[in-house]
């Protein structure tokens, strides 16, 4: 079974900045293809912030363009997301994503959900 387990998350004034980490684990035979994060505000759906492949790929919502910034170790099977330029409507419960497999199937694996929140 995969883990992921994320940190980072909090209050911060706008404008401020934050950095969300995950750390995925699974065993000795477990890969990953492709890590991101999600946000979802109240009442609204689950959104891609950014994802990002094992090859260093990377795709952003047009929303966190230039502000947000994602990043992966394939070592330490971690992946980041620097977050500047913090908006009001960047404010929800953020979650770790990876697409990964311990056997010959590849599926999609959730974090607990970090929040981050907004607001001056």
């Known amino acids: 079974q995969v883990q992921l387990v994320e940190s980072g998350g909090g209050l911060v004034q706008p404008g401020g900045s934050l950095r969300l980490s995950c750390a995925a684990s699974g065993g000795s035979t477990f890969r990953i293809n492709t890590m991101g994060w999600y946000r979802q505000a109240p009442g609204k759906e689950r959104d891609l912030v950014a994802a990002?492949?094992?090859?260093?790929?990377?795709n952003y919502a047009d929303s966190v363009k230039g502000r947000f910034t994602i990043s992966r170790d394939n070592a330490k099977n971690t992946v980041n997301l620097q977050m500047n330029s913090l908006k009001p409507e960047d404010t929800a419960v953020y979650y770790c994503n990876a697409n990964a497999a311990t056997g010959l199937a590849y599926r999609t694996y959730w974090g607990q959900g970090t929040q981050v929140t907004v607001s001056s």
């Open positions: 990002i492949t094992s090859g260093g790929n990377t």
